[in-house]
């Protein structure tokens, strides 16, 4: 048999349960299927996995990076399950100091082992693995080769699909890469060769960390990453579940940041690899679309919106942080505004006291970017948008200049709100709290009970409370006054976000998406008397007239309090067609789950 044909049989129990044509479902089948299996487990389509051996069951002492399933020898792949890890970044100068720390010493197995990693990430010339989530690696540690395929999750912060392959050098076999990828990546990966992107060069120091919840293999790397001329440092603590559940991964990272400043973060090697080959910022993606099945529980329904925030939040904190790129700051307050709306959905059912405390922290960082994310907006598309439409105006770039020193100054701040321990303590305790559903906690029995029924009944209550507030807020709307509608665009958002989290649990697929997009035009056209006023205060923020500027600022206020003459004509149109559109949710048995289609233009304002 050749090794191809091995590779296809050994996977075939896989590619039968997800299907051959969908794209790369073979491996998002058992990345998002939550099943909790230890390196080396063989996935069979007639019972349960069956597990060989993992690290956290060897002798102390004997602590491998890879280990091979049973039977699998050189060339074959080992169908792992999925691995679950968390990275801390840590200032170089400080790694070493955490291998002390308190919980490192009371609870590791033993001094651990060294080694050191080199590794090759590969791609065709157009990205094609990178575009359908797909890194591609070979690692030497020692003398032994492993290529490695790993895939993202599409809906848990610290869960990704992992495939491995033992190869005779650095060079890597596609072929057995090959039973993995969708029939039109396959075509392009015949088509196009894999080339060699980036290089990582890394040492590390790994240990095993025994703690009630579960084992923890953690890694100490410190080295860099290499493309071309360019290099980027790695200084970080890399946390992964060997057992137990994945509730130990956060409760080792909230000790380690007692220790000192760490930064929790899901963004790979790999990302960053290709992130510095190609000398572009960080990604910043739109919030993963929840798809919620109608029949799950309250509770159920609870931890996958808060996985979904705290998976934005989490993507997002990169792209914010770099800067270059605007949309990363936009991102990062999105989610903090997503996870703010979320506890406010909760509060009817868990403690108040625990929300309204995570809530505060979400609201003090979201505050610390505002000033950033104004500016971004302002210089962007305000400034940008009159300078062009008013050639003959003078101070345009004097104008800029000072927006540019604002802007700076505001990334600045924000930087450092993200820099501080008080930020790191929120998120981890975040994800912590999430993955023990510590809302339940200081539950009553009958909310706990409310926990226990069908999602579909507080959905449908939430979804009709909060719409009847919109359509409140706004009667008479034609003759409302400003401050009256900006109560309307507030009341409207805050239906935007619970659309969002629920309506996937009503089905009716068609007016689900029709709904969804009657309200975001509604909310993109109210938000417009927003933009106005915030356009005001940035503007009163500069001493235009001392910088000659000045003509080029009274051309903006001129050009908004033009706009609004056309403002005003859209927006009611969008009132009556929202007023109009037929609601999605009813008393009827929900459809299929829907997958909700939601425009990111305009989404906070």
């Known amino acids: 048999m050749s090794e191809v044909d091995a590779i296809k049989r050994a996977l075939e129990p896989v590619r039968r349960l997800a299907g051959s044509n969908n794209q790369h479902s073979a491996i998002k089948h058992v990345a998002a299927s939550g099943t909790e299996l230890k390196p080396g487990s063989e996935i069979s ?63 590791a197995r033993n001094k651990g082992t060294r080694k050191h990693l080199k590794a090759v990430y590969y791609d065709t010339p157009k990205r094609a693995l990178r575009r359908e989530g797909f890194s591609f690696r070979v690692r030497q540690s020692g003398t032994r080769f492993t290529q490695t395929v790993k895939t993202e999750s599409s809906n848990d912060p610290l869960r990704r699909g992992e495939w491995e392959a033992a190869v005779p050098s650095m060079a890597p076999d596609i072929a057995l890469a090959m039973p993995l990828v969708s029939d039109k990546l396959r075509a392009d990966l015949e088509r196009h060769p894999v080339e060699a992107v980036f290089s990582s060069d890394i040492h590390r120091h790994q240990r095993l960390v025994d703690l009630p919840s579960g084992t923890i293999e953690i890694a100490f790397d410190q080295g860099q ?16 579940l060997k057992s ?6 956060w409760e080792l990272a909230l000790r380690l940041a007692e220790h000192g400043p760490v930064k929790p973060s899901i963004r790979t090697k790999s990302a960053r690899g290709f992130d510095l080959a190609a000398d572009a910022p960080p990604r910043a993606p739109k919030p993963p679309k929840l798809r919620l099945d109608p ?30 790129d605007p949309e990363g700051m936009h991102q990062l307050r999105v989610a903090l505004r997503r996870l703010r709306s979320a506890f406010d959905l909760m509060r009817s059912v868990v403690s108040v006291a625990k929300l309204d405390l995570m809530r505060a922290e979400a609201k003090w960082l979201a505050g610390s970017l505002s000033g950033a994310r104004d500016w971004d907006v302002f210089r962007q598309d305000t400034l940008r948008t009159v300078a062009d439409g008013c050639p003959s105006v003078a101070g345009f770039d004097a104008l ?15 930087r450092l709100a993200l820099a501080d321990r008080r930020c790191q303590s929120f998120v981890i305790g975040l994800g912590a709290w999430i993955e023990a559903r510590g809302w339940r906690s200081d539950v009553t029995p009958e909310g706990l009970a409310q926990l226990a029924e069908p999602a579909i ?20 709307f034609k003759s409302l006054p400003t401050e009256e509608r900006h109560r309307v665009r507030l009341a409207a958002k805050k239906l935007r976000y619970v659309a969002d989290f629920l309506l996937p649990l009503c089905g009716h697929a068609k007016s689900a998406k029709r709904f969804s997009r009657r309200l975001t035009d509604l909310q993109q056209e109210l938000g417009v008397y927003n933009d106005m006023a915030t356009t005001t205060s940035l503007l009163a923020d500069v001493d235009a007239g001392s910088t000659g500027s000045g003509m080029a600022a009274a051309a903006i206020a001129g050009w908004q309090a033009h706009a609004m003459v056309g403002v005003e004509a859209r927006l009611l149109k969008a ?8 609601v999605p949710w009813s008393v009827d048995p929900p459809e299929q789950p829907i997958k909700l289609v939601s425009s990111n233009a305009g989404w906070l304002r």
């Open 45 to 107: 389509d007639k019972g349960p996995a069956r597990s060989g051996p993992s690290p956290a069951d060897l002798p102390a002492g004997e602590i491998h990076a890879e280990t091979t399933a049973p039977g699998v020898s050189s060339g074959d792949v080992a169908p792992h399950a999925s691995e679950i890890e968390l990275k801390l970044l840590v200032a170089s100068d400080r790694l070493a100091d955490f291998n002390d720390a308190p919980v490192i010493a009371a609870n």
């Open 225 to 240: 990453l290499t493309s071309g001329d360019r290099t980027q440092p790695v200084s970080e603590i890399e946390l992964e």
């Open 244 to 249: 137990g559940s994945p509730s130990a991964i």
């Open 295 to 324: 029949s799950i529980s309250l509770d159920q329904a609870f931890s996958e919106i808060l996985r979904s925030c705290l998976l934005h939040l989490l993507q997002s904190l990169p792209a914010a942080e770099d800067g270059r």
């Open 400 to 414: 800029g200049a000072l927006a540019d020193e604002r802007r700076a100054s505001c990334y600045e701040a924000a």
């Open 457 to 476: 009944n507080f959905a449908r209550n939430i979804l009709s409370t909060q719409h009847a507030k919109v359509l409140k807020r706004g009667r008479k």
């Open 575 to 582: 009132w009556s067609e929202f007023t109009g559109a037929k």
